[in-house]
Every structure is written in C-alpha cells, then in structure tokens.
C-alpha cells in the first residue's frame, strides 16, 4: 500500500469519517476493546464468562521521550491493578511492547525502563497474570530476546512472540525450546526491518509449520497465534504428534475475528486466548493492519459479514 494513500488515510477529514460514521463504529466496537480501561475490563468480563481468556494489547506509540515511555508503562501497571481488582487476572495475558516503553533502539537502555518492566512483570506474577513481551521486526530481535531473558531470571513465566516471517526465527525457536519459554508464533507484521525475511506468503506458512514442529517437540509453551484454517488444523495435528493433550494446547485470535472458531476451539479443550487491542490509538492501528497488509483487509471484511 502506498505513502499516498496511508498519509491520506490518515488525514483529519478521513479519520473524522472513519471514527464517526456508523461503519467504522461497528469497526470499532467489533475490533477494539473501547477507548477506555472500564470499557476494557467490561469486555474481558464478558470473555470470561464464555469461558475464553484474554492477552491485553495496550495501542501505545512508540515512546520518543522518557515521558511517553513512563506514560505507556503505567498504563500497563493500571490494567493489571484493575484487573486484580476485579478478579479478572488469573489466567490473563498482557503484551508488551518494547518500544513504547522506550526499550528497542539501539544503545544503553533508558534509565530507568527497565525497572518499569520489571515492576510490570513482578505485578503480574503476584496476579496470576503473565507478560508476553511483543518482537516488531523493528525492534531488534537479538536485543529482546536478550531482554527477555534477562528478565526470565526473577519471572519465569515471561513470554516472547516471535515472527515466522524472519528466516532466524527456527533457529531461534530451537535455542529457545530448551529453556520452557512460553513462545507465542505468529506469521509476522508489516516490514520496517533489515532482518531477513521470506516475503512469499506460502514461504511464511511453511516456516511457521517448521517452527511450530520445533517447539511442539520441545518443553516449549507454544502459542499459535493465526486465525489461518489450515495452520490452526495443522497445529492440532502436531499437538496429537506430539503427545500434546487439548489443555496443552494454545491458540490466540484477535477480537471479533472467527468467533465461532474461538469458541470450537475452547469447547474441544484448547487453551483459547483473544488478543484485546484498546485504547484511544485504536485508528492508527486499524490502519496499520488493513491498509499495510492487504490480507487483513480482506480478513476484517469477511468478519463484517460472518460469525464464522
């Protein structure tokens, strides 16, 4: 998708329309999980009660000052606080990200941020909540998993995501498998990055078999985070392969996409996980996902007419 076009979705008079017209209402409210940390807790009360759990995805910017970091920080230790609160953390995942606390650019870390994640991590822990730290191709993978091991030494239950799109991503999986990490593998994002990568959507989907495979014949936590048919069936196929019984078993989708296959997928025993985006960003990342990749416009779209 071109500059011209995301810079002209990005314009006042189109965001304007988007966010005030009944459509990209019903985007949003289908997609986001609101604006707001009550409107949160109100849709992962409402998952819980259907049986599902949730890994919260806070839409924060990248951090370009202290500040802003500090800012993304605290809105992570105010959803945990109020998750506690409400007896909706046990078993409750939250994602991470690197760069909006100010953490995935090249040098010495900001002073400071890595005690915020540390603290983030520690309230989780003492909630019964975990941490899945988030990897963008942009934020250096060497440099997050350094952190994420790092971290792993007081909060084992940490996690990483990592991308089957970048071509060290097996070999990352099989350093990693030994060690019991909870991995969440994804296909990957948008490319910012100068890590090698497959580009081919096919090639994408037989390195996520091949990692997955790794991981599934491992003491590895895997993740399957795709609400691709095929790869979730396969991934089923590997769990049996493997001697993995259904409660070994994890999946994770975005809200509002293929519910019914969430709720299939918990019924037959599966961890199920929906991925909850919020917060006032909502827009830039909707934008993101559909206007730089063209298969998750096509993903929504189908979502907007089915249940399925």
């Known amino acids: 998708m071109s500059d011209r076009v995301i810079d002209l979705a990005r314009s006042e008079r189109a965001q304007r329309f988007v966010t005030r017209s009944p459509a990209g209402r019903e985007l949003f409210h289908r997609y986001v999980a609101g604006e707001s940390l009550d409107e949160l807790l109100l849709v992962v009360a409402e998952r819980h009660r259907k049986g599902l759990v949730v890994s919260i995805d806070p839409l924060r910017a990248p951090a370009a000052t202290p500040q802003e970091a500090a800012a993304s920080a605290q809105i992570c230790v105010d959803v945990l606080g109020a998750?506690?609160?409400?007896?909706?953390?046990?078993?409750?995942?939250?994602?991470?990200?690197?760069?909006?606390?100010?953490?995935?650019?090249?040098?010495?870390?900001?002073a400071g941020a890595m005690d915020r994640l540390r603290a983030i991590c520690r309230l989780a822990g003492n909630s019964g909540?975990?941490?899945?730290?988030?990897?963008?191709?942009?934020?250096?993978?060497?440099?997050?998993?350094?952190?994420?091991?790092e971290l792993r030494m007081d909060h084992p239950g940490v996690g990483v995501e990592l991308l089957a799109m970048l071509r060290r991503t097996e070999a990352d999986c099989r350093a990693l498998a030994g060690e019991g990490l909870r991995i969440r593998?994804?296909?990957?994002?948008?490319?910012?990055?100068?890590?090698?990568?497959?580009?081919?959507?096919?090639d994408i989907d037989l390195s996520f078999v091949r990692c997955l495979r790794v991981l599934m014949d491992s003491g590895a936590r895997p993740v399957v985070a795709s609400h691709d048919p095929r790869l979730v069936e396969i991934s089923l196929d590997l769990a049996r392969r493997f001697h993995r019984g259904p409660s070994e078993c994890e999946f994770q989708m975005l809200l509002g996409v293929r519910p019914l296959e969430q709720r299939r997928l918990a019924d037959i025993g599966c961890t199920m996980r929906t991925q909850l985006p919020f917060g006032p960003n909502w827009y830039d990342y909707f934008l993101r996902r559909v206007l730089q990749r063209p298969d998750s416009a096509a993903l929504y779209a189908r979502s907007l007419v089915s249940r399925h």
């Open 129 to 149: 909540a975990t941490v899945t730290v988030d990897t963008p191709p942009e934020a250096g993978v060497e440099r997050t998993l350094d952190i994420v091991r």
């Open 185 to 202: 593998l994804s296909k990957g994002g948008w490319r910012t990055s100068d890590e090698p990568a497959f580009s081919r959507r096919h």
């Open 83 to 110: 998750l506690e609160k409400h007896g909706l953390a046990e078993g409750s995942d939250l994602t991470v990200k690197l760069d909006a606390l100010g953490l995935s650019g090249p040098g010495p870390r900001p």
